[in-house]
């Protein structure tokens, strides 16, 4: 259980995947990077998760939502995020059509993408409160 | 009026394009380019609405697969 | 009590109800088969993949196109085709008011006005490719001419170092053949494939956020074009949007534009007296372009329907796909004269090869230069050329009909 909107959340997914053979030995062994997931109002906070190789070595929530640094950045509105989060709203469509925006190396994403989008379906399997 | 002289058939031709059926395809461009333009957006414009070459404008007519084009003879 | 008069779709023939643009025995000459299915049964159905109808009629063919609304352009390929089959590609399976806002961003990018600079790179390199064939006296066809023109000229409209063209060259090879003789392999070689080239796109989008801002209006260079662009007013496109827009623009012009030169190309060589033609009436280029692209109309879509429907006495539920036979309906007696006849003076010549309505091929202006600058310069530099004795002409269906091997004398 996790409360929708903290820093829980991510503190959930990172437990979720450093537990996970599958994630570790073989689809995230390339995941090194810096991921914020920023929310818009009401909740108006912004989530810092760090990975090693996969491994989730850092989650926090960050101070302020301004000059966020970080390698990726995904922004989206609660509403948005509730969606993605209870699997009513198809992440892949948000990313695609701007409801979810991406600021990072598009490159990078992109080689990545099965690997970003197993983190995000992991994450919309936490139970939230 | 003046007389019109035999070997004339029709007396003009009006010109105009369907906007709402354009498609852009552009193939009257291929047989009236004096009398037929692109615009910026990609649509046909009529650049002269009643032309003397009677006999393109016909073929531009008749060759648009979106048959938005009318020429309209006058009698 | 009356007996129900069924129209015939097919089911008791194995040559349609068992028909896909993939089976090995069309490759070589569709045509045969198009008219056979069309006389037969102007309203077919194919059981393969799930199942799918099959229109021939020119009627029926403009009018999916003309009612977007009825045959939806998502999903598209029949079967999916390994590109982009979880989301609608942009903005090829897009529909209603989503597709007029990307259609309104990329026409301008393709009207006459803003190729016409393009034509002469089209030049530069049917001459520059010439010279390197004539140097030669002989060539194989697609991979020295067709295949690497309209390469070449996409990568010249997004302004991309032409060093990159054999990278490219390559990568669309694999796209557009059968990369592997098993069909799962070569799905999976394509996605890979796929990715790679749009990591190329993706990496030149980076390198210009990281210059700055884009440069907007009328000078702004086609990425910028799109990274400055507005979806309907509301927001500017994704990077996910802009690279499916950058991938579609390549594939859409390259085995379409070098399928109809290929096939000109061996139709000329192998019918004198039309080559004769044109070299006597240059006048005649464009109807003649016009009536080749309407005798090899390359391009066989699909779609979906969105309610039930009847064509012709024929039921068709909703979500049904449909494949449309356009090299079929360019060939029907019902809307050309003499249709089995190639006039290159030919007026009406309303043929659909690039499609109509909205979906209206957005590259047809390019891509017709494209076909008749090479067609030009090929008979102004080589009036006499033919098939390399000896050889046959390899040709394919597939999902766009094209040459894929072809040795030429040319002397």
Known sequence: MAKFGTAEVYKEMGDMLNNDDEWLNKRGTKISYSMVYDYGEPVDKAFFTRFEAGRVTEVRELESRGNIDADFVISGSTDTWRGVLTKTVDPTVALTRGQLKVKGKMATLLKNMNAFKYVIEKMSQIPLD | MSAKPKDVKVQGVHVSVDRSRCAGHAVCLIHAPTIFDVDDEGYSVVLDETPADIESAHRAEINCPERAIHVEEDL | ?411
């Open chain 3, 1 to 411: 009590m009356t007996q129900q008069q069924q129209v015939d779709i097919g089911t008791d023939d194995p040559e349609i109800s068992q028909f896909h643009y993939g089976r090995p025995e069309y490759q070589e000459d569709a045509n045969p088969v198009f008219d056979r299915i069309r006389q037969k049964c102007p309203v077919a159905r194919s059981e393969l993949f799930g199942g799918f109808w099959m229109l021939s009629k020119y009627d029926d063919v403009l009018r999916a196109y003309q009612e977007p609304e009825l045959f939806s352009s998502y999903p598209n390929p029949i079967p999916p085709n390994g590109i982009g089959s979880e989301r609608p590609v942009i903005p090829v399976e897009t529909d209603g008011p989503d597709h007029a806002k990307y259609r309104k961003i990329l026409q301008p990018l393709f009207t006459v006005a803003r190729l016409r600079p393009l034509e002469a790179k089209v030049l530069q390199h049917a001459t520059e490719l010439i010279d390197g064939i004539a140097a030669r006296g002989e060539c194989e066809f697609i991979t020295e001419f067709a295949h690497v023109l309209p390469t070449r000229v996409f990568l010249d409209m997004m302004g991309w170092p032409i060093e990159d063209a054999p990278k490219f060259l390559e990568w669309t090879e694999k796209l557009m053949r059968e990369p592997s003789p098993d069909p799962e392999e070569s799905l999976q070689i394509k996605e890979e494939t796929g990715l790679e080239l749009i990591g190329y796109f993706a990496e030149e989008l980076d390198r210009r956020e990281e210059l700055g801002p884009p440069q907007a209006g009328d000078d702004a260079d086609f990425i910028d074009w799109l990274r400055s662009a507005s979806f309907g007013g509301e927001r500017p496109l994704t990077q996910f949007e802009i690279l499916d827009c950058i991938f579609i623009i390549l594939l859409a012009g390259l085995d379409t534009v070098q399928g109809v030169l290929g096939l000109s190309i061996e139709f000329l060589a192998k019918n004198p007296g039309y080559r004769r033609e044109l070299i006597e009436h240059p006048e005649r280029i464009d109807t003649a372009v016009e009536e080749l692209l309407r005798w090899f109309a390359p391009v066989l879509p699909g779609r979906r329907l969105t309610r039930d429907v009847e064509i012709r006495g024929v039921p068709m539920k909703k979500d049904d796909r449909v494949m449309l036979l356009m090299g079929s309906a360019c060939r029907d007696g019902d809307e050309f004269d003499e249709p089995l006849a190639v006039d290159f003076e030919r007026s009406p010549n309303r043929h659909i090869a690039f499609g109509a309505g909205a979906h209206r091929c957005l590259g047809a202006f390019l891509a017709r230069a494209e076909l008749r600058i090479p067609i030009q310069e090929w008979l102004k530099r080589f009036p006499d050329y033919g098939i390399k004795e000896g050889t046959t002409v390899i040709h394919h269906l597939s999902a766009v009909r094209g040459v894929t091997e072809m040795y030429l004398d040319c002397r």
